[in-house]
């Protein structure tokens, strides 16, 4: 009961927290100078003073900041994020075209920089001074500081132009017919390079993190006893260790879950992934306002599901969460 | 003799590929995929309410136009079988296809032409290619005639490429006029004429068009499927070229990129099939106020930036010179104007002689804009030059196209880097630049302030004159005044670039380039 208590406060600060994110975008956005009726005769190659006038009256660009503003609200709140200028289709449409591949990107970066830092922070920790430990940090802080555009340049020049492993950009290749494993295999393989490349950006942290609380964990009372136990050092580490240094590490990937997200726009436009990120990026330059804000709308979603899911498995993972709220 | 028998070959090639238009190496073979490649998001497929460089690709595959032209500048027979131009220049006959049809089996008629017309005049931004266009009558299915208020020879290119696509009425007629730019069709189940049809449209992924089986031109076109893939990143798009992963891809514009890719086996690279879109980058000054209201000033500046730094060092030899506000490949370009050499000698006596005298080093200031972060280069060089002769300019930047859009289209602005383009006839993209009657009517209009009453006089003259020699000798004039003028210190062409595999038979090089129908594409084996 107190637990459906609490997820219900916590859904009624996300829902003010997007209505704030909203309107504060919008006006931000109305302070620039400028609008997408310029982008949209920039696409057109120029377009005369009658032909802008029109646009901003069709989309009603021309009405005063406020009347514009209660407009978006009142369509939001009707579940209508509005339609894209730019594009010329419902933003829903759009986004909803666009998220499968941004989820797909973002949860298995995600799950890779999550395991494999864990299981590396973990190598490190048993010998925190081997060469192995000192490969893995380096490594990682590589990983962390390198630009993600770069990193992904350079992958696909060593895999893609060199190696002839993966393919360059997209996530299938339409030239291919066949069954569902045909274009699972296809899709995988578009999806390989990407993933990495938004995945090193936080396995240092991972890493770093669980190495950091596995030492930690490894010189206290309990690990001694099962030492003592004569558990080998394999069932110390895995079966007794591990879990109770994951927690941190969890709340962490749930707190970066809103940084991978941004990550994504980078990789995304990297590897013409076609996700959120590249129409997010597509749609700042051009000024589409309903388009960002609604994706800014689904983004924030998103982080709010995977706060939750965090949530939920912090209290697998950690026995005394589960009595709380 | 064997000299003179050469000569008679080489010239009957000649012959051959002026008929034709083709350079025919071997004969085109039916069948394949062709991948190449879009380097953003394509807005509306609908090239009748939609112009520009990205809906022209997609757009002129989907939809046929009445007229064709290859790389002569002559325009060839398409959808208008014939065409006649009244002696008066005051009507324009054009007899359509019999056989032409749209996608979904329609047969195309002249009461479509009339139709598209109307949409174009209500949507298209590009004004000034129809509005002498009164009406067109419809005397049978397969005539459409245009009645013109004046004579317009920029009909003729106007007609033609991504600028003239003729739209179903049975599909476009169910919306008021002015709102087919929003048409749920534009991006869905679109159809048209082309020799292309759409197989789906997937924002941000691919447009995938096919072969449409009863194209009005028999055995056309050779492929099978044309996939278009949507990829931003330029690097990406380099690497997916060397990679073999895309046939083709136009409108290529970094020069590092342009360079390496030019060193790759199995690559042509070229600036080919770019004249009749135009893009030039310029210098753009406005002649309203402070010491640039002074043509001095102006020709000051033009002598201290050095082109051949730009275009050697920045642009790394991609681009061409370009004298005049009509891109290089024009038959109207006339080289024979002032060129502005470097000489900072006569840029300080000019500037001298204005009334500016050498103070401490500097002489006064200016600020100079950009739209676009590719074009910073050019912008910070001109600050670095202009040192030289004690002008201290500041570079502004835009923080997006919107920002620098605002200040150019209210004239809030010294100097600015600017691309501008052609689009085909100077009436529809080089008269914008300088007619007195649009300053400050937005980006891309006379944005310099720019009045001189002659030009006007000129450019009102060119626009009616259906006789080419007197039109361009018109043209040669106004562009002599611009130069001397400088409202625009015009420095270069774009350093667009189509790359194609080996692969690839016949790729699109005429004027349009890319906004032309592939139909005589072909994949070799």
Known sequence: MQFLQTTLIRIFYAIVLLVAVLVLNFSLMHLAPGDVADTISQSMGGADQELLDRIRSDYGLDQPFLVQLGRYIAGV???????SFFYNQPVTKLIMERLPATLLLVVTAQLLALFLGVFLGVISARKPNGLTSHFVTFMALFGYAAPVFWTGILLLIGFSLHLHWFPVAGMRDVTISGGFWVHFVDVLRHLILPMITLASIFLALYSRLA?????????SDYVRTAKSKGLSQRQVVYKHALKNSLSPVITLAGLQFSAVISGAVLVETVFSWPGLGTLAFQSIIARDTPTILGILFFSALVVIVGNLLTDIALRLVDPRLRGRS | MKQFLKGTFTAAAALSVLATGVIAEDTPKQGGTLVTVLSTNVRNLNSAVQSGIVTGYPGAQLFASPLRYDEDWTPQPYLAESWNVSDDGLTVTLNLAKNAKFHDGVALTSKDVAFSVDVIK????FKSMF???????????????LKLSKPHPALMLAMSGQLMSIIPQHIYGDVPIDEVKTHPRNNENTVGSGPFKLVEYKSGEHVILERFDDFFIEGRPYLDKVVMRIISDPAARAIAYENGEVHMGAFESLPRIINRLKKVDGLTVTSEGYGGIGPLDWLAMNTTKGPLADVRVRKAIAHAVDKNFIRNALMQGTTDESRTGIHPDSPFYNADVEAYELDLDKANALLDEAGFPMNGGTRFALTIDFGWPGVKPQVEYVKAALKKVGIDVTVRASADFPTWAKRMGTMDFDMSWDTVFNWGDPVIGVHRTYNSENIAKGVWSNTQGYSNSRVDELMAMAAVENDMAKRTALYAEFQQ??????????????????????????????????STPIDMTYLKD
């Open chain 1, 77 to 83: 709140l009707q579940f209508d994020l509005g339609f």
């Open chain 1, 211 to 219: 190495r950091a609380t596995m030492m930690e964990v490894l010189g």
């Open chain 2, 122 to 125: 209500a949507n298209h931004p």
């Open chain 2, 131 to 145: 509005a002498p266009v009164e009406s067109v009558e419809t005397p049978d299915d397969h005539t459409a005639v």
């Open chain 2, 481 to 514: 005044i611009i130069a001397d003028e400088l409202p625009v210190y015009h420095v270069n062409t774009l350093p667009y670039h189509t790359v194609y595999s080996d692969k690839v038979g016949n790729p699109p090089l005429g004027i349009w380039g890319t």
